[in-house]
């Protein structure tokens, strides 16, 4: 019910193993905009319980920043778009599969993860926190000690909660972000691995109870794609220079993150932009 619980050289082995298997598992042939045009329809992995970035409506309908991002992407190559709700866990290997074309699914840039996938340029920048009680004095990682911790399985909170927490805190860990929240909303955890935008569902849930404690690692998210895509890969990446100038970038911030458009990277160690 709480998930696997883990020693932080275990958890470190087990990711490293869960990237290698995505990277070298049999990947589905390329695709390009061609042939997705001639298709009708982009096939497009999010995550479905996640908001502000994808979930899904009342009303069963996908949406939320990265929903239109794909939307946007979607209508730049004349066709339809068809969402594929996925967990954090199974992101990257539902792209290597061809369950999907490409991910716009918070999938933070990370060198690990360029191994296994091709990252288009940024176009969301985040930050991994803890989220814990107003109450209880957390300022430096020694003060999480002893601590209950839940993050989402796999997810880049997981990395960071493992390479700073001290070997005295439990660290939980569940199927998916809503898991992981729940969490610690019902008292299973004491604080919460997340990223900035969690605070927002948390207050929703329990008002006045938590806030934003530690900033372990600033991101920016990319859409991926297969690796060895050089076309798929180009045009997100001529799709995103677009967007970034044309203001319709900043009229889905201003609609979902509600904070000005960052300045992006031109380069990121290790995580290369173009597909080889």
Known sequence: MFGLEFTRRRALMGAAAL????????????????????????????????????????AGKQDGFDADMATLFAKEL???VEFVPLEVNNRIPALTSGRVDVLFA????????????????????????????????????????????????????????TKNAPASATIRRYDGDAA????LISGQAEALGGNIFYMDRVEKAAPGKFENKLEFQK???????????????????????????????????DK????????????LEGIPFAAQ
Do not use: H
């Not at 992981?180 to 969490?183: F, G, L, N, R």
């Not at 990319?222 to 180009?234: F, I, P, V, Y």
């Open 19 to 58: 990237l290698a298997a995505a990277s070298f598992a049999g990947s589905a042939a390329a695709i390009t905009p061609q042939e997705i045009k001639a298709r009708g329809k982009l096939i497009v992995g999010i995550q479905g319980d996640n908001p502000p970035w994808g979930f899904v409506t009342s």
């Open 78 to 80: 004349g066709v339809t």
């Open 106 to 161: 918070t999938m933070a840039m990370l060198p690990d993860r360029a191994k296994a996938v091709q990252f288009s340029k940024p176009y969301n920048a985040n930050a991994i926190v803890l989220i814990g009680p107003k109450a209880k004095s957390i300022k430096t990682n020694e003060d999480m000690a002893n601590m209950t911790i839940s993050v989402a399985k796999g997810a880049a909170q997981d990395t960071q909660v």
């Open 180 to 183: 992981s929240v729940q969490a």
């Open 219 to 253: 991101l920016y998210n990319g859409a991926c794609t297969r690796l060895g895509e050089k076309e798929l890969n180009a045009a997100l990446n001529t799709f995103i220079d677009k967007i970034k100038a044309n203001g319709e970038l900043k009229t889905i911030y």
């Open 256 to 267: 979902w993150m509600k904070v000005p458009v960052p300045e992006f990277p031109q380069s």
